[in-house]
């Protein structure tokens, strides 16, 4: 509790909220795989990609996919408030603490809170199942949570895996805290593009399995979806590396202030922007599919597609862009932690006439850096990956340059409505009146 | 480097009075900084030495009292105006170089010469010349964490040179460094602005720095105790 308390209560409810929410999604997508599976089930209750056991590995992948942004911002809570928690931990070293010391207190502060969030899921997907699936089917609407058909012995699972992400953010948070910034910063190698790999893995594996489609209903379902995987993967790991390259490519041509402080943060350290950035090419990818899936299910389902695919396209969408609003929400404010750790060099700098405007705009540019290069990839490449299984014409072609033209436009005003936001504490961390304690 | 006294000052505050919350830092302090000259202000940790510093060069603004450059009152300009200023003008040292800490020594001296609309080539070649002259051109392109205290400080100094700056302001420059570093830092520093004919203004606590300066301006309690001792 002491541990607890030191830590923030603030950052405890934030990590503990986020489990909660990442444990009750998890409870859904195995809810969802307990289904059968022979059948569509469940006639009217629910919509039909989740009833119609050929669409539903899609779906889950869709539920698994909103979990991303949240360990995302799991991840940017654990951060909140680090130049205080440095100065404890200094201090507890300093009182003959060892880095296991340390290491195992950042576990208890993280773990603790995520613990309780992943037992609190049970109850938020109760709510979910009552909210998105027994409410609208009273009013004869399909749902969106399998009510017939629970997660079982599986919440168990769920619990133990989202408690020891929790302790195993906590304990790295720890280990980072045990080293110097300056040796973090300085001598950390740039990212390399190993996961472009995953990519061609997907294409090829796709490719192969392409000539033994049709031999098994289950072997069916699931090779498209671990392609997909493994595209995800693929594209969620190149982030760091393409805002890395981005960065130092652009570092050469800039000619602003903002430009060259972007670029130089970016170029010496683009892995914790490119995490967030992941998360946009991973919903940006999601995007692209749909660019494509709309006009191919209307082309296949004739009338119908609106009831059956439409609306459930549509509430991703929605759930896609309130996603990307989280995870530039998550960005921008690792960005603004990391200046408020440097906020006397940056002070510095404004005391020696950079306007403070500039560092603002800087960490716009910054962020924009690290996700538009993978926000317009993810989304080509989801949007004529799909098109390429399910047959590409002009109207899907024009769905996917839409679907990318539209996630690029949410991208940009989430950034600028978040960093917008996040600009009193910029200037406030940057005001000269820091260097008065010089 | 002695203060001539018949000119008219390049900079000169008056009366100035500073508070911080109910803390008084500067009580009626004055100064007056001729062109071309060194002047070190000294005195005990809590003198108000840091914050006449940067009223001086125009970082916080005073409570009351008037500080003039070149004919212009700091208070009365505009905050942009003022931020060009310190830009174009001014230069600024710190003590522990404080420079930013993701970008290259060329890049960090660049910086400034960007945001005055110069040319990336032409603001690169600018750094590389004054590196090349604190006889740091083989740190171009690496970053602070990687240098010395000694190396940091001479790629600070190189920054508040490359504007071709009227007045450098330095505040306790050697103070992080070890002797050594210290002295060789500070030849550089004075070394640089006697070449630029830029003027100093030096605070520190150390009496072996004061004495490099032309003249000494000792604070006590946020108020001149003893000023103008030429050299």
Redesign the interface.
């Known amino acids: 509790m002491i541990v607890l308390r030191a830590g923030g209560l603030g950052r405890a409810g934030l990590v503990a909220t986020s489990t909660a929410v990442v444990s009750a999604l998890l409870l859904v997508a195995v809810s969802m795989g307990r289904l059968q599976w022979d059948t569509r089930s469940w006639g009217g209750s629910l919509i039909a990609p989740i009833a119609d056991p050929g669409t539903r590995p899609g779906a889950m992948l869709g539920v698994l996919l909103l979990v991303v942004p949240l360990l995302l911002l799991l991840d940017q809570a654990v951060r909140l408030g680090s130049t205080a928690r440095q100065r404890r931990y200094a201090a507890l070293a300093v009182a003959g603490a060892t880095r296991a010391d340390l290491r195992r207190w950042a576990s208890l502060e993280v773990g603790g809170p995520a613990a309780v969030g992943a037992l609190l899921g049970v109850p938020v997907w109760l709510l979910l199942r009552y909210l998105l699936t027994e409410l609208p089917n009273a009013h004869g609407r399909a749902g969106l949570v399998p009510t017939e058909v629970g997660p079982g012995v599986w919440t168990l699972l769920v619990v133990a895996c989202v408690t020891a992400y929790g302790v195993l953010v906590g304990r790295r948070a720890g280990t980072a805290m045990s080293d110097t910034l300056a040796e973090a910063r300085g001598l950390r190698p740039p990212p390399r593009p190993w996961s472009a790999l995953l990519l061609v893995g997907a294409v090829v594996f796709l490719g192969v399995y392409g000539a033994f489609y049709g031999r098994s209903d289950i072997a069916d379902l699931l090779a498209p979806l671990l392609g997909v995987v493994l595209a995800v993967a693929g594209i969620a790991g190149l982030a760091p590396w393409a805002g890395y390259r981005a960065a130092r490519a652009l570092s050469a041509r800039v000619r602003s202030g903002a430009g060259l402080l972007a670029t130089g943060r970016l170029s010496a350290d683009a892995r914790p922007a490119g995490r967030a950035a992941a998360a946009v090419g991973a919903v940006a990818m999601t995007a692209g599919v749909i660019g494509a899936f709309v006009p191919d299910a209307r082309r296949s389902s004739g009338s119908s597609w609106v009831d059956d695919y439409g609306i459930p396209a549509a509430v991703v969408a929605v759930c896609a862009a309130a996603v990307v609003i989280v995870v530039a929400a998550s960005l921008a404010i690792h960005s603004t932690e990391t200046l408020l750790e440097r906020r006397r060099e940056m002070a510095a700098l404004v005391a020696t006439g950079v306007p403070a405007s500039e560092v603002a705009t800087a960490q716009r540019v910054e962020c924009l850096i690290a996700t538009l290069p993978i926000t317009v990839a993810g989304a080509l490449l989801g949007g004529f990956g799909y098109g390429w299984l399910a047959g590409l014409d002009a109207v899907v072609v024009a769905g996917v340059v839409a679907a990318t033209l539209v996630t690029t436009v949410v991208v940009l005003a989430a950034i600028w409505l978040t960093t917008r936001l996040l600009r009193p504490w910029v200037l406030d961390a940057v005001d000269p009146d820091q260097l008065r304690t010089t | 480097m002695t203060a001539a006294t018949t000119e008219t000052p390049l900079l000169s505050a008056r009366a100035l009075h500073k508070t911080?919350g109910s803390n008084p830092a500067l009580r009626g302090a004055s100064l007056d900084v001729y062109a071309g000259e060194a002047v070190a202000v000294t005195g005990p940790s809590g003198s108000g030495k840091?914050?006449l510093l940067?009223c001086l060069?125009g970082?916080?603004t005073a409570d009351t009292g008037a500080i003039t450059y070149d004919g212009r009152r700091l208070d009365e300009l505009a905050p942009?105006e003022r931020?060009?200023?310190?830009?174009?003008q001014?230069?600024?040292v710190?003590?522990?170089g404080?420079?930013?800490?993701?970008?290259?020594a060329a890049?960090n001296i660049?910086?400034?010469l960007?945001?005055e609309r110069r040319?990336?080539a032409s603001a690169r070649a600018a750094a590389e010349e004054w590196l090349g002259r604190l006889e740091v051109g083989h740190l171009a392109d690496q970053?602070?964490?990687?240098m010395s205290g000694g190396e940091a400080q001479r790629v600070a100094i190189a920054?508040?040179l490359v504007?071709s700056p009227r007045i450098v302001f330095a505040?306790?420059p050697t103070g992080a460094l070890d002797t050594v570093t210290g002295e060789l830092a500070l030849e550089v520093l004075l070394s640089a602005t006697r070449a630029t004919g830029a003027a100093l203004v030096l605070v520190t606590h150390d009496n072996r720095v004061a004495a490099a300066a032309g003249r000494e301006v000792a604070l006590r309690d946020g108020a001149v105790e003893t000023a103008d001792v030429a050299r």
């Open positions: 911080y840091s914050t940067h060069a970082v916080v942009d931020t060009r200023l310190r830009r174009s001014f230069g600024l710190l003590q522990f404080q420079l930013v800490p993701e970008l290259t890049e660049a910086l400034p960007l945001l040319s990336r970053r602070p964490p990687a920054r508040a504007t505040d306790e």
